[in-house]
């Protein structure tokens, strides 16, 4: 039913189908909520004028994603060594441990969504969003690795010359930091205001043509972060571009 209806018609429905079969994967055990992860990628294969809707299903099957002993206990054994054994056996999965869904998320699922980044010559937020959901169930030094990259890229098509381009990368990056929180604020701020697509902001030629080069926000930036945090836990670490990039004046 999902798949039947046409582009642009029981849009309805289609809500409905997604949010139906997100609430049955959050019951499902491992093999079977990855068997359906894998199908939604099959199915884009086949139909690929339906791979706006199969991501958005991907992207709700991942916000159920409920063996959060997976990640718990691969981040026990990143920090101590060692994992109890207690959290090595997965919430309702008692054959799987948590490294074997590790590994699937990591050489599997991540890679495939890579891909689609990869062969997209447009700002998707949903491709960015499914990537950053799975970026999130993986250990942090994984995270760290990989979201600058994602983030850059979204970022560089703030720098072309069509400005519903550029409307769309300023979406994907907003709905990116919603999912992330206030913590990953910077990497967004370095590659907006104070990187390749800062410099080339200050070129004549170009700022004339673009509409965000005839207003500074550079300083509502700035606000934004100190209504945000707390000066003792954050402002050291998302100042520093701020503060590394004086040092260069």
């Not at 981040?75 to 997965?90: F, H, K």
């Not at 799987?96 to 890579?114: D, F, R, Y």
């Not at 760290?144 to 560089?156: A, E, K, T, Y």
């Not at 030629?205 to 945000?228: D, P």
């Amino acid at each position: 039913m999902l798949l039947e209806e046409h582009e642009g018609k029981g849009e309805h429905v289609k809500n409905v189908c997604i949010e139906a079969l997100a609430s049955i994967s959050c019951h499902m055990e491992w093999n079977s909520y990855y068997s359906l992860l894998m199908r939604c990628f099959n199915e884009m294969i086949k139909n690929p004028n339906k791979q706006k809707l199969l991501l958005r299903l991907i992207c709700s099957v991942l916000d159920q994603f409920h063996f959060s002993d997976a990640k718990d206990s691969l981040d026990n054994v990143s920090n101590t060594g060692t994992t109890d054994s207690g959290t090595s056996i997965l919430r309702r999965c008692s054959t799987v441990s948590a490294n074997e869904i590790q590994t699937c998320l990591q050489k599997v699922v991540l890679p495939k969504i890579h891909k689609l980044l990869s062969d997209s010559e447009k700002v998707n937020a949903n491709i960015n969003l499914a990537a950053l959901r799975v970026l999130r169930l993986l250990p942090g030094d994984v995270m760290d690795s990989q979201l600058p990259s994602i983030v850059h890229r979204i970022s560089n098509f703030l720098k072309n010359r069509l400005e519903s381009i550029r409307e769309e990368a300023r979406s994907a990056l907003a709905a990116c930091l919603k999912e992330l929180g206030l913590e990953y604020l910077h990497f967004i701020v370095k590659n907006d205001i104070l990187g390749d697509v800062a410099e080339e902001k200050d070129v004549e030629k170009i700022a004339s043509k673009m509409k965000e080069t005839k207003k500074q926000k550079s300083f509502e930036t700035l606000r934004l972060i100190a209504q945000s945090i707390t000066f003792k836990s954050h402002a050291l670490k998302l100042l520093s571009p701020v503060t590394a990039q004086l040092r260069n004046i």
